[in-house]
């Protein structure tokens, strides 16, 4: 795995006019494993979308990041209703290698076993993705990312309403995936869990409050910080200004 | 033959329009193509490849409109479809009612096999294998966009020229059809086939075929019946899709009535 450095410059990224992101530089190096932490509505979310070229930035630059990137978004965007065998799920995986039309073949559809051995779900290759619980539900996902077979993978807050087993078999899953060389950017809420398996962190509140070593990025002061900012925004959220002051 | 040919196409359509939740869609579809169908009826009679333009039209028009309207609204589509929907049914209805006779009316809303010639069996049965070859090409990023837009769009699978692609399909189909079901009952044999499957199968593949040959089998009952009882074809052929999905929600083996009350509780035999 060859992963490009990914590099932000001045970017800010908006909603309606109103910043998500804010003027916010860095990089994320090859084969790093970043955490991105911050309150709600501090456009971590955004950020991420952003990467995976889904969110066009309003000023500013991403560069290294085109083409090499696998997204697991929040749940919420899958129509869970939808009748379809876990198999299928996981072998969209590989649309980046079959498109719309290329035929899958045998070792496709190998590598798909595989991949839901490797997340625990073996055997459950026919069964309707709608009948998953949640959590094997989101393993499955986590197959399916196996498949993309990424440089680059970004999560957005993927151990959320799991149990303890499940956060920690996908969190495997994640080191695995930064041994392999790959650059990881996990979105997540339990600082604890930030604290002790990622070394890396970027502290997100809008503007970015600190990115680098975990250590030195968690502080006290920092995340007081992030609150207040928080709180400022739920009182009068306001468009761009440093723009016209500079 | 030709109703034949259509239920082996517009079911899985359907079947897609159900899973989008988009079965609303698929009424206003056919009801806006009644004016173009009517205006046709007017500059030509009962002219099949003039109606068969303007419907196609008219269709077309529709489709990309009630998206423009959904996303100008913001999102409250069903809203904006109804309100579409009654306008097409109205200005379709005064256009023939102004030229045309009773009769012809009935007919082009509720269709007659008796008025199904050579020209129209042909359009069925080319609709029918064009929707085919191209749901058997489109299969796959249908499916995807469907399930996960929000994947698609990040593997830059191209969702909304598909669905644009599978809208034109809907209306080529409903065009198809109406000379032999009409305006009104064209939707029928596309939507309650899909609907009734859904109780016979639990994927999308096996829901396919349970579709079509739902479709298949209400489509000769239906015409039966049409030329025994002298009912218009559309109806009756719509009747015995329904009676098809009523059957299907009573007895399927998924989800349906019966089972559900016979099912015995867990631990017991």
């Not at chain 1, 929040?74 to 939808?82: H, I, L, M, T």
């Not at chain 1, 393993?139 to 151990?159: G, K, M, N, S, T």
């Not at chain 1, 809008?206 to 502080?219: K, Y």
């Not at chain 2, 064209?186 to 199968?201: D, E, K, S």
Request: charge should be neutral; hydrophobic fraction near 55%; proline fraction near 5%.
């Amino acid at each position: 795995m060859n992963p490009a450095e990914i590099r932000l410059t001045d970017l800010t990224l908006t909603h309606a006019r109103r910043p998500a992101v804010h003027h916010v530089s860095g990089r994320f190096a090859p084969g790093s494993l970043t955490a991105v932490v911050g309150p709600n509505g501090a456009g971590k979310s955004t950020l991420l979308r952003a990467l995976a070229g889904l969110h066009r930035p309003e000023t500013g630059r991403i560069e290294g990041a085109a083409g090499q990137i696998a997204l697991l978004p929040q749940a919420a965007a899958v129509d869970r209703a939808f009748p379809i065998a876990c198999l299928d799920v996981v072998l969209f995986g590989l649309w980046g290698e079959t498109g719309a039309f290329r035929a899958i073949g045998r070792a496709g559809r190998e590598r798909a076993r595989a991949a839901l051995a490797a997340v625990g779900l073996a055997g459950f290759e026919a069964r309707p993705a709608g009948s998953l619980s949640a959590g094997q539900f989101q393993r499955l996902l986590f197959a399916r990312l196996l498949l993309q077979d990424a440089p680059v993978i970004l999560l957005d807050e993927p151990f959320n309403a799991l149990d303890a087993r499940t956060a920690a078999d996908l969190l495997a899953m994640v080191h695995r995936w930064h041994g392999e060389g790959r650059t990881v950017v996990a979105v997540l809420h339990d600082l604890d869990l930030v604290r002790r398996e990622f070394p890396l962190s970027l502290l997100l509140a809008r503007d970015c409050l600190g990115w680098g070593p975990t250590a030195e990025v968690l502080t006290a002061a920092n995340r007081l910080r992030a609150r207040m900012m928080a709180e400022a925004w739920a009182a009068e959220p306001e468009p761009c200004e440093r723009r016209d002051a500079a | 033959m030709g109703c034949l040919a259509l239920a082996a196409a517009a079911p899985p359509l359907g079947l897609f329009l159900m899973l989008r939740r988009m079965s609303l869609t698929a009424d206003v579809l056919a009801h806006g193509i009644l004016p173009g169908v009517a205006a046709g009826f007017l500059l030509a009679g009962l002219s099949l490849p003039v109606m068969a333009a303007g419907g196609l039209v008219a269709g077309l028009a529709v489709a990309v409109g009630a998206g423009a309207l959904s996303r100008a609204t913001g999102g409250r589509e069903d809203a904006s479809l109804a309100a579409l929907y009654l306008v097409a049914l109205a200005t379709g209805v005064a256009l023939v009612s102004w030229r045309g006779s009773a009769v012809e009316l009935t007919t082009l809303l509720f269709g007659s096999v008796l008025g199904v010639d050579d020209a129209a069996l042909l359009l069925m049965a080319g609709s029918s294998t064009v929707t085919l070859v191209a749901l058997a090409f489109a299969w796959r990023p249908l499916v995807l966009e469907c399930f996960d837009p929000g994947f698609a769009q990040a593997v830059g699978a191209r969702g909304a020229w598909w669905h644009a692609g599978f809208l034109a399909l809907v209306v080529l189909n409903l065009i198809a059809a109406f000379q032999a079901l009409g305006t009104l009952m064209a939707v029928g044999l596309m939507m309650l086939p899909a609907i009734a499957a859904r109780h016979w199968a639990r994927q999308v593949g096996g829901m396919t075929y349970a579709a079509v040959a739902i479709a298949a089998a209400s489509a000769y009952g239906g015409l039966l019946f049409s030329f025994h009882a002298d009912v218009p074809s559309g109806p009756a052929v719509v009747l015995a899709a329904g009676f098809a999905w009523l059957l299907s929600v009573l007895c399927g083996p998924v989800d349906g009535l019966l089972p559900r009350l016979l099912r015995r509780p867990h631990l017991a035999g």
